[in-house]
């Protein structure tokens, strides 16, 4: 899978809107990205994926690029729930892609 | 519904004894796979399942790791003479089939192996 690049932290206040970027730029044309999250002392949730166009879930928000070189995961309105690590991944629509290839992350402090 | 369940949640053991951690996935759940965290580091994937066949196992750190799953269902990871570098938390994760990019992987809560 195409590597991935986010900032190591980010910090946000409660209720403010949060905006999460990541850089793919040897993204292929067959890639989809996703977006997990991990909370402390829990295992990853998924979060939201997309293709070319922009998405929208109850959980968040997901905006990418028009080159879809990068992407940004938005979260409307940031509670302290929201706090976690926050994952960026790659999956190729073809080949072999049942496994997902986590970097470091973002970890997201929600100041109250 | 239930969701991934995981144990032990936590487990202690001294060096060179042998590990066994139990993993149930979703019903209903094809596709099974175990990764590993380390402290502070991201997420590495050990092995996956599509049924009880087991068609990439290249993540298994060494073969003191091995791991099996029997009717389709419950899945052990087993770790023998255990070392002090395979302390970490170690995830297991479900997802209804593997062929689909857009199929999401439901996650246990993982198990913390500490090994002294």
């Known amino acids: 899978d195409a590597k991935t690049t986010q900032p190591n932290s980010m910090e946000s206040n409660e209720e403010e809107p949060v905006h999460l970027p990541c850089n793919h730029s040897?993204?292929?044309?067959?890639?989809?990205i996703h977006w997990y999250r991990q909370l402390p002392s829990q295992g990853p949730e998924y979060v939201i994926h997309?293709?070319?166009s922009n998405v929208n879930n109850r959980m968040a928000s997901l905006a990418i690029a028009e080159d879809r070189k990068s992407s940004t995961l938005i979260l409307h309105r940031a509670t302290l729930r929201d706090a976690a690590v926050y994952y960026c991944?790659?999956?190729?629509?073809?080949?072999?892609?049942?496994?997902?290839?986590f970097g470091k992350g973002t970890l997201l402090t929600v100041n109250p | 519904g239930a969701g991934v369940s995981q144990s032990p949640s936590n487990k202690v053991t001294e060096k060179g004894k042998d590990v066994e951690l139990r993993c149930d996935p979703i019903s209903g759940h094809t596709a099974l796979y175990w990764y590993r965290q380390s402290l502070g580091q991201g997420l590495e994937f050990l092995i996956y399942f599509q049924g009880n066949s087991a068609p990439d196992k290249s993540g298994l750190p060494s073969d003191r790791f091995s791991a099996e799953r029997t009717g389709g269902s419950v899945s052990t990871l087993t770790i023998q003479r255990t070392q002090q570098e395979d302390s970490a938390v170690y995830l297991c994760?479900?997802?209804?089939?593997?062929?689909?990019?857009?199929?999401?992987?439901?996650f246990g809560p993982g198990t913390r192996l500490t090994v002294l």
């Open positions: 997309g293709l070319t």
């Open positions: 994760a479900s997802s209804p089939r593997t062929s689909g990019t857009t199929d999401t992987q439901y």
């Open positions: 991944i790659l999956r190729d629509r073809i080949g072999s892609n049942y496994k997902l290839t």
């Open positions: 040897t993204i292929s044309g067959t890639d989809y």
